[in-house]
């Protein structure tokens, strides 16, 4: 389970970092699948949501939880639907997301390194 977690963790940087960022030397392509309510969904903005809600259902019980507020969050403000001026929303809720992912995973890795569950 913390193999499939750190690659889907991996995932949603690469595809939020190549979808937000654009570089020089690296072209992606940028398609608008579709709009709704005027706002353009885009091909990186539909894989993210992919890769966010297949992490959900690996993730444990706390952090499932948050990150599905998260994950709606996240969709409300994509949408146009959750706006705060001059704030992108929708950016630091990925970025809080993957923060979340990061922290399920230590704590699953100090968990099974801890000195208690090896005595037993």
């Given at each position: 389970?913390?193999?499939?977690?750190a690659?889907?963790l991996?995932?949603?940087?690469v595809?939020w970092?190549?979808?937000?960022?654009?570089?020089?030397?690296?072209?992606?392509?940028?398609?608008?699948?579709?709009?709704?309510?005027?706002?353009?969904i885009t091909?990186?903005?539909v894989?993210i949501?992919?890769?966010?809600?297949w992490?959900?259902?690996?993730?444990?019980?706390?952090?499932?939880e948050?990150?599905?507020?998260?994950l709606?969050?996240?969709?409300?403000s994509?949408?146009?639907?959750?706006?705060i001026s001059?704030?992108?929303?929708?950016n630091?809720?990925?970025?809080?997301?993957i923060?979340g992912?990061?922290?399920?995973l230590a704590?699953t890795i100090?968990?099974?390194?801890?000195?208690?569950?090896?005595?037993?």
């Amino acid at each position: 389970m913390n193999h499939m977690l750190a690659f889907l963790l991996l995932t949603l940087i690469v595809l939020w970092f190549l979808g937000y960022v654009h570089l020089g030397g690296i072209v992606v392509p940028d398609m608008i699948l579709f709009s709704i309510n005027g706002q353009p969904i885009t091909l990186w903005s539909v894989l993210i949501l992919i890769v966010v809600a297949w992490a959900i259902g690996i993730l444990a019980t706390p952090f499932r939880e948050i990150a599905g507020i998260l994950l709606v969050l996240w969709v409300l403000s994509v949408l146009g639907i959750l706006v705060i001026s001059g704030l992108a929303l929708s950016n630091l809720l990925v970025i809080a997301i993957i923060v979340g992912m990061v922290f399920s995973l230590a704590s699953t890795i100090f968990e099974t390194h801890s000195p208690r569950t090896q005595l037993r």
